[in-house]
């Protein structure tokens, strides 16, 4: 009988601990659900004020609403994802008045903060939206994260620079392209376009700077009306140069660069030539591939079967573009 008290003790105590985990539980989930709708409401307002602004309706008000937003939302990066969808939902006429708004708000400072996050992912996050939505303030906290240990951090960055200030972006990534990674040629020929579109005239770049960036050398071939000939020479001679790089990354943006401007420069039909044999068979290959788009390029491969030489490339290059009895054909008309 002593015993019946005890299981009654604890039998009370089991039922108000689960009690408890039941009442803090339908709490929590309530005030998720609360969360949510309160999120929704954020994201559906900063989308259709954006949505607004990005088709130049109501400018002045939805421009205050907007700044009235984010200065108040618990949610900033909720708020400038809704904006983004929004831009490239209309990427090719989005009106003016919107990156105007987002800059003008209290969205820069907030979204500030976000950038100095440990997080690696949160901080690209930020950069992806600080790119899209054009927020100049906060250039110089890109800029500063191209510098970071995170590879992925550091395209991020310079993507926003590129897309808020070409100009300087194409700087930091001329900095960056002798390490040899891809995206920072692509990019860099992408800013280089953005400078050319804004109406900035030629891009000042040395030879150095050429032999780390191949596909700018090609710019100031292409654009030779806007060089003097001993600069167009420069970057021929850059883009030979870059043939021997270690890097096959500018190997292959040096071999594409070349086979655009074979019609006109003879050394460039000798580089490519010669590059047919390189020991590395991915630049072998790349060279067949880029010289089998020209008529310049088909008469290298041609006359590289014919005389016999080892290269691999040429051959099945040789063999893809035309049939075996043309091919005997390019023999006999070379040995006569």
């Known amino acids: 009988m002593s015993d019946v008290p005890i299981v009654w003790v604890l039998t009370a105590g089991a039922a108000v601990v689960l009690l408890g985990l039941f009442a803090y539980t339908f709490m929590m989930r309530r005030r998720g ?49 809704a904006m983004a969808v929004a831009i490239r939902q209309q990427p090719d006429s989005v009106h003016p008045a919107l990156f105007v708004a987002a800059n003008r ?27 899209v939505l054009r927020l100049h303030e906060l250039m110089s ?46 990019s860099m020929g992408r800013a280089a376009d953005r400078v050319r579109q804004d109406g900035n005239g030629p891009i000042p770049l040395s030879r150095a700077q050429w032999q780390s960036a191949p596909l ?54 000798l580089a490519l030539a010669g590059a047919l044999g390189s020991p590395d068979r991915m630049i072998r290959f790349a060279t067949a591939a880029a010289l089998s788009d020209s008529v310049a390029g088909q008469r290298i491969l041609r006359s590289a079967v014919a005389a016999g030489d080892d290269s691999d490339a040429a051959r099945i290059a040789a063999e893809i573009l035309w049939s075996g009895r043309d091919l005997l054909a390019v023999h006999d008309a070379v040995a006569s």
């Open 105 to 131: 708000s209290g969205l820069t400072n907030r979204l500030r903060r976000q950038l100095r996050s440990a997080d690696a992912n949160s901080t690209i996050e930020v950069l992806e939206l600080v790119e």
């Open 141 to 186: 906290d890109a800029a500063v994260l191209t510098r970071s240990a995170d590879a992925a951090v550091v395209r991020a960055a310079c993507e926003a620079v590129v897309q808020i200030d070409p100009s300087i972006g194409l700087g930091i990534l001329i900095g960056l392209a002798p390490k040899g990674e891809s995206w920072v040629l692509d």
């Open 33 to 81: 659900a609360r969360r949510e709708r309160r999120d929704g409401a954020i994201w559906k307002r900063s989308y259709h004020l954006a949505a607004e602004l990005a088709s130049g309706r109501a400018i002045d008000s939805n421009s205050s609403a907007l700044c009235e937003l984010a200065e108040s939302t618990p949610q900033p990066v909720l708020m400038a994802s």
């Open 216 to 269: 700018l050398a090609q710019r100031a071939i292409t654009e030779s009306a806007l060089f003097d000939r001993a600069t167009v020479a420069e970057a021929v001679s850059a883009l030979i140069a870059a043939l021997d790089d270690t890097s096959s990354t500018r190997q292959l943006a040096a071999v594409t660069a070349l086979a655009g401007t074979i019609e006109d420069h003879p050394a460039a039909q």
